[in-house]
T-cell receptor, first 115, second 114 residues
Framework: KAGVTQTPRYLIKTRGQQVTLSCSPI?????VSWYQQTPGQGLQFLFE???????NKGNFPGRFSGRQFSNSRSEMNVSTLELGDSALYLC??????????????FGQGTRLTVV | AQSVTQLDSHVSVSEGTPVLLRCNYS??????LFWYVQHPNKGLQLLLK??????LVKGINGFEAEFKKSETSFHLTKPSAHMSDAAEYFC????????????FGQGTELSVKP
């Protein structure tokens, strides 16, 4: 069974630009979560989508947004990029239904560098 | 609020010696708990999970963890470290009634000396 696929793997953008990252979850998984990983802050939860609805959101500014499509694929968008947005962005997929079903499978991540 | 605390930011062991990575969780209930491993420039791989069945959980690559409710701990152990175990390890809790949200500890970097 194919794992979680994130594209692209690496991105370099300029301050002020916007970027879209993509995540294809494991077949049958309806929950997709996004995390930002930086050396200083560790892993921080961005948001989670389940059946095309945002079910939970972390403490990030409105420049960070996401969406999920009917096939469960998800995208996240960051507008007006800042240097501090440089990070590894990880996508996780899970069944997402009921407690104890949050076992998540992670993609390889997208390394975003803002210059 | 729920939280996960990894008590050591860095642990160094010699190859062939035991590994102990410590984790405490804070929750008013017994959540599902996980240990993930991350090798450099890679995503996270699930090592093992606790979901209120047996308190001693066995995972991949010889790792195991014991859930102790009285101590709110979920420490990760391995009897004999291998060079390939060098990586960052994350103790993770599911968020209570928070959908698929996971709560991560700050991570423990494990170094293995030859």
């Amino acid at each position: 069974k194919a794992g979680v696929t994130q594209t692209p793997r690496y991105l370099i953008k300029t301050r002020g630009q916007q970027v879209t990252l993509s995540c294809s979850p494991i077949s049958g998984h309806r929950s997709v979560s996004w995390y930002q990983q930086t050396p200083g802050q560790g892993l921080q939860f961005l948001f989670e989508y389940f059946s095309e609805t945002q079910r939970n959101k972390g403490n990030f500014p409105g420049r960070f947004s996401g969406r999920q499509f009917s096939n469960s694929r998800s995208e996240m968008n960051v507008s007006t990029l800042e240097l501090g947005d440089s990070a590894l962005y990880l996508c996780a997929s899970s069944l997402g239904v009921g407690m104890g079903n949050t076992e998540a499978f992670f993609g390889q991540g997208t390394r975003l560098t803002v210059v | 609020a729920q939280s996960v605390t990894q008590l050591d930011s860095h642990v160094s062991v010699s190859e062939g010696t035991p590994v102990l990575l410590r984790c405490n969780y804070s929750s008013s209930y017994s959540p599902s708990l996980f240990w993930y491993v991350q090798h450099p420039n890679k995503g996270l791989q699930l090592l093992l999970k606790y979901t209120s069945a047996a308190t001693l959980v066995k995972g991949i690559n010889g790792f195991e963890a014991e859930f102790k409710k009285s101590e709110t701990s979920f420490h990760l152990t391995k009897p004999s470290a291998h060079m390939s175990d060098a990586a960052e390890y994350f103790c993770v809790s599911e968020g209570y009634n928070q959908g698929g949200k996971l709560i991560f500890g700050q991570g423990t970097e494990l170094s293995v000396k030859p």
